[in-house]
């Protein structure tokens, strides 16, 4: 490799800003009083186990990446190991786990708004909740170039108020240490009961890091760099969050955190309450950042979420319909009109905690088949590629640990959600049906017919059960 083509690579530390630059976002300034109404200061615990949890799927994400050199995303990995079926149910799941969180976007702004206009109702709130879907849908469709421009702007705004926060908030407390020990303590006043509710608003904020495993050959030594990157990248991302809401919990007490629309912008009012003013311009940053960061979720988000739908139509397991570009700005304008009105009828109906709980839960779906399929890709991959750095060190506990823990946070998202989750899935299997070339389905007729195929699918049914992952890492225990 020359110089010059080496120089255009991504290092570790390009990479490890990615991590934490599509980890951070708009998620922080909203959740944490959500999460303080359910376990109180406790609450920081649920942002440490979320934490944790997260890097695990990141390193899943990242030897995935590490795997397959040319290719990135849960939909190309399930593709690859399991066909376009398995592909198209998790290219589906991921989409709509992505048009919900555009769907709390509008919900956040509105929220923080009324940190600037207190008297804001829920009516006056609905033409600004359409005004900003048009807004960002507008921009995308005009082309990258313009919504890059406006990414530019608002991503410059976006860590900057949590690190004022941080390093203001920390000397705050310090100098008010007993009103800091008042706030925290009792440390669990409403037990752990809720933890698992917490858990899901906390590990939702951590979500985005797969964003970050960019195909492989674009990154100097991936099998290398991606795994460290991750770990500490997302360590960054968990200290950032840790720091911000023991910072706004020792501000202001949970029992008025709870019910605070603008969390954050109240928390920078009080660390800067050393004069009225400073004050008042504690709160307007803090709201100000809030605002530029959930624009700028909402734009990039768009963005992403149109690529995805547009992928998986070229690849004819979508609608032809999400594939269409536009003469003008050729950009595929009828896919970013649907996710954004499916987005804002989301908006209108859906309260903020819901619409994060169905968000995570198809999140959780596709990490559940990612993790699955690293055993497959490993035994596919492994004459090209080789051992991955995460294998070497871990052997299968990362991918089995995955797929617990993905199995864990779809059941604590609620009966309610897992009902509605499950019908959402499944109704795409008409819409697979209805859009793959009918020569792939005669094909996968006679190969679910033929025998040679059913002695297959019995090999691969044993190796779905726990009992296969159980002697997968006796065997790697007995290696060392």
């Known amino acids: 490799m020359d110089k010059a083509s080496k120089s255009q690579k991504l290092d570790f530390f390009d990479v490890t800003n990615l991590v934490v630059g599509t980890a951070i976002g708009a998620d922080i300034y909203v959740i944490t009083a959500l999460g303080c109404g359910y376990l109180g200061p406790a609450n920081l615990v649920a942002w440490i186990v979320g934490g944790a949890i997260a890097i695990i799927f990141a390193l899943i994400f990242a030897e995935c990446a590490a795997l397959i050199p040319n290719v990135g995303g849960a939909y190309a990995y399930a593709r690859e190991a399991w066909g376009n ?11 709509i786990a992505e ?29 600004i909740k359409v005004l900003f879907v048009v807004v960002f849908t507008y921009v995308n469709i005009r082309g990258t170039k313009l919504a890059g421009r406006t990414n530019d702007v608002l991503t410059i705004a976006k860590v900057s108020p949590l690190l004022l926060l941080i390093i203001m908030g920390l000397v705050y407390l310090g100098a008010h240490p007993a009103q800091t020990y008042s706030n925290f303590i009792p440390f ?23 964003l970050a495993v960019v195909p492989s050959n674009e990154i100097d030594n991936p099998q290398i760099t991606i795994p460290k990157a991750m770990i500490i990248g997302m360590t960054i991302v968990i200290f ?49 950042g809030a605002l530029l960061s959930i624009s700028g979720y909402d734009e990039s988000g768009t963005l992403a979420t149109a ?3 547009y992928a998986i139509s070229i690849d004819g397991l979508f609608p032809k319909f999400f594939s ?7 950009t595929p304008y009828k896919s970013i009109l649907a996710q954004s009105a499916i987005a804002l009828f989301a908006s209108l109906i859906g309260g903020l905690s819901q619409l994060i709980v169905f968000a995570t839960f198809n999140l959780a779906f596709v990490y559940l088949v990612t993790s699955s399929v690293v055993f497959v890709l490993r035994e596919k991959r492994k004459p090209e590629v080789g051992q991955t750095v995460v294998e070497k060190m871990t052997g299968p506990i990362i991918p089995i640990t995955g797929i ?20 959402t899935i499944l109704i795409g299997v008409p819409i697979y049906v209805a859009h793959t070339p009918r020569t ?32 997968l890492l006796r065997e790697y225990m007995r290696r060392e």
């Open 85 to 95: 079926f398995t592909g198209f149910v998790v290219g589906w799941g991921l989409w």
């Open 99 to 127: 048009v919900a969180a555009l769907a709390v976007m509008p919900v956040a702004f509105v929220r923080y708004l009324t940190f600037f206009i207190p008297s804001l109702t829920w009516i006056q709130g609905v033409p």
């Open 188 to 210: 669990a006043p409403l037990g752990y009961s809720n933890f698992a509710p917490a858990l899901i608003l906390a590990f939702w904020a951590y979500t985005g890091f797969e």
């Open 240 to 288: 950032v969050y840790i720091l911000t809401n023991f910072v706004a919990i020792g501000a202001i007490n949970w029992t008025t955190l709870q019910f605070d629309q603008a969390p954050l912008a109240s928390a920078g009012s009080v660390v800067l309450s050393y004069t009225p003013a400073l004050a008042v311009i504690g709160g307007t940053i803090l709201g100000i």
């Open 307 to 309: 690529r995805l739908s």
């Open 324 to 330: 269409q570009i536009h003469p003008k700005y050729g």
């Open 404 to 423: 617990l823990l993905s199995a864990y946070m779809l059941l604590i998202c609620g009966t309610t959600t897992i009902f509605f989750g499950i019908i």
């Open 440 to 471: 792939e389905m005669e094909t996968l007729k006679k190969e679910f017919y033929s025998t040679e195929a059913i002695l297959s699918r019995v090999s691969r049914t044993q190796k779905v059960f726990l009992g296969y992952l159980l002697k």
